[in-house]
Nanobody
Framework: VQLQASGGGLVQAGGSLRLSCAAS??????????MGWFRQAPGKEREFVAA????????FYRDSVKGRFTIPNNNAENSVYLQMNSLKPEDTAVYYC?????????????????WGRGTQVTVSS
C-alpha cells in the first residue's frame, strides 16, 4: 500500500488545518489494525500524534494535542483525516501517516509500516 499525506501549510497560531492521508489500492480499513499520524520537527525525534483503530474506531492522542486534534469517525473509504484546531507554534513539523501493521502499542512508530510521504505544517506565532 502507498500512503500520501496532504493538507499541510502555513497557518497562524490559533488556526486550523485538516490533514488527509490517502491510501492507494484497497479500502484503507483493509490494511493492518489501524492508522496513525506522527510528526517530526527539525532536530527532533519522530513522535506519535494520533491514531485510530479499525476495531470500533477507537482513537488515541498524545497528551499535548488532546482536545485540539481529532481523527473523525466519518473518514472516506480510502482516506483518513486529522483535524487540527487551535494550532500552536510547537505543532510545527512534518506530519506523516502510516498503517499500524502489528499488535504493538499505537503510540510507538515501530508498530507501523507503509509510511507515506509527509506534509509540512508550519504554525507562526
Amino acid at each position: 500500500v502507498q500512503l500520501q499525506a496532504s493538507g499541510g501549510g502555513l497557518v497562524q497560531a490559533g488556526g486550523s488545518l485538516r490533514l488527509s492521508c490517502a491510501a492507494s489500492g484497497r479500502t484503507f480499513s483493509n490494511y493492518g489494525y489501524g492508522m496513525g499520524w506522527f510528526r517530526q520537527a527539525p532536530g527532533k525525534e519522530r513522535e506519535f500524534v494520533a491514531a485510530i483503530s479499525w476495531i470500533g474506531g477507537t482513537t488515541f492522542y498524545r497528551d499535548s494535542v488532546k482536545g485540539r486534534f481529532t481523527i473523525p469517525n466519518n473518514n472516506a473509504e480510502n482516506s483518513v483525516y486529522l483535524q487540527m484546531n487551535s494550532l500552536k507554534p510547537e505543532d510545527t513539523a512534518v506530519y506523516y501517516c502510516a498503517v499500524k501493521a502489528s499488535l504493538g502499542s499505537y503510540y510507538v512508530d515501530v508498530s507501523y509500516s507503509y509510511w507515506g510521504r509527509g506534509t509540512q505544517v508550519t504554525v507562526s506565532s
